[in-house]
């Protein structure tokens, strides 16, 4: 692991470095967190704009009611008990 190494070469420098590493790490994270809600916002915008290109009927034939039709199969044995479980019956 490289943790422990860091922590080692930190312990080894004097307090102000140690301050300056502080402060550079500090801003690795926020750039990181920047980077990664910029991600989020771009990812956002693309479904928002997706979603305006589907009319309401397209919307409704997609998503509505009836859409996931013959899509989801139950077999016929589903009320059946699981011969698994049949030692605690």
């Known amino acids: 692991m490289i943790q422990p190494t860091l922590l080692k070469k930190l312990e080894v420098l004097p307090e102000s470095l140690q301050t300056e590493v502080l402060h ?3 801003f690795l994270l926020e750039r ?3 980077n990664r809600t910029s991600n989020l916002l771009e990812i956002q915008q693309e479904l928002q704009q997706e979603l305006q290109q589907i009319t309401p009927e397209e919307a409704e ?3 509505g ?3 996931l039709k013959g ?3 139950m ?3 589903f009320d059946e008990p699981l011969e698994d479980l ?3 019956m």
């Open 24 to 26: 550079y790490v500090e």
């Open 32 to 34: 990181h967190l920047r």
């Open 61 to 63: 034939k997609r998503y």
């Open 65 to 67: 009611y009836g859409s």
């Open 71 to 73: 899509q989801i199969i």
């Open 75 to 77: 077999s016929d044995d």
């Open 86 to 88: 049949a030692e605690y």
